[in-house]
């Protein structure tokens, strides 16, 4: 378990401190698949460098399984750094060692012999389906491969909690899956935390359990992905349940409706338009997002009504607890 508790950081600048982080509280259990989403600025760097010990929190706590992290020094910090492992963006491989060296590299520096070095990085490569390539260089391999390596390398010395920047952002939406795949499935094999810092809400939907939202350092929005779909009120819904924008110009009244409130008297797109002809106002499905996430049916609609009609269409969806929207 990993667990945040009050954390703060501050910056010293010419014009005093600036808050990076403000009370971020938050619980990652072991085993889960824990994203982090936030436009650039609301402190997701930062987060992450204070969590492995590479910041020094202005106050409050990040303890992993019993241990406060922030209060360790030397020797047990080291330590309990090696219990992170990190995926970024780019792989960051070195071109003059081949795919088995780049892995081996942090065994080397964590002083295991040729021997045992050997055997794990052959284990990693067969992990992470490259065992055939084990003797070629980055330049040998495509963007997908590399970031399986970089993923393998992360592996090495086997830490409780592998921490992922944006690890997708520079590849194709095929190998998106793949990679997405790949650490769903090292979690499921291993038991390992994955947490993924990413702006992509179709990798929250993807592989994520939980997903917390930061703005300006702080937490807006934190919960699991069954929770945060199932509340029409907040961002990450809409973040989570995209919709197509509305036509330039647009004349008709629209309606934006939303599915999977507990509350809501249906999940289906056709029972919505009987509602609104029961009640003598007729609608047509402009455009919508149906998906199931979690388990659970979800989705937004866009109706198109009368304009001189979307007051009332909204009165009837929100008797509906359907969350009724009149766009702009």
Known sequence: MLDVRGLRKEFASARGPVVALDDITLSIPQGSIHGIVGR???????????????E????????????DIPGLR?????????????????A?????????????????????????????????????????????????LSGG?????????????RPDILLCDEPTSALDAATTRQILGLLRDLRDRLGIT??????EPAVVREVCDAVTLLGEGRVLE????GEVVADPAGRLHRDLIPLPPLPLGHTAGYVEVALGDSRAATTSVDAVLDLLRAADVP???????????????VGRIQLEVDPARTAEAVRVLEAAHLSPEAAA
Do not use: Y
Request: contains cysteine.
């Open 283 to 297: 609608a047509e499905v402009a455009a919508a997002t149906l998906e199931t996430i979690a388990g659970r049916r």
């Open 74 to 90: 030397g020797a047990e910090l080291r330590a309990a750094r090696r219990r992170f492992g990190m995926v970024f963006q780019h």
């Open 145 to 157: 491969q590399q970031q399986r390596v970089g993923i393998a390398r992360a592996l090495a010395t």
């Open 56 to 67: 020094q929190p202005t106050a409050g706590t990040v303890v992993l399984d019993g241990t």
């Open 194 to 199: 994955v947490v993924i810092i990413t702006h």
């Open 222 to 225: 934190t919960g699991s992905i």
């Open 40 to 54: 650039s600025g609301a402190g997701k760097s930062t987060l992450i460098r204070c969590l492995t010990g590479l």
């Open 92 to 140: 960051n491989l070195l071109d003059s060692r081949s795919a088995a060296d780049n892995i081996a590299l942090p065994l080397e520096i964590a002083g295991w012999s040729a021997d045992e070095r050997s055997a794990r990085v052959a284990e990693l490569l067969d992990l992470v389906g490259l065992a055939d390539r084990a003797d070629n260089h980055p330049g040998q």
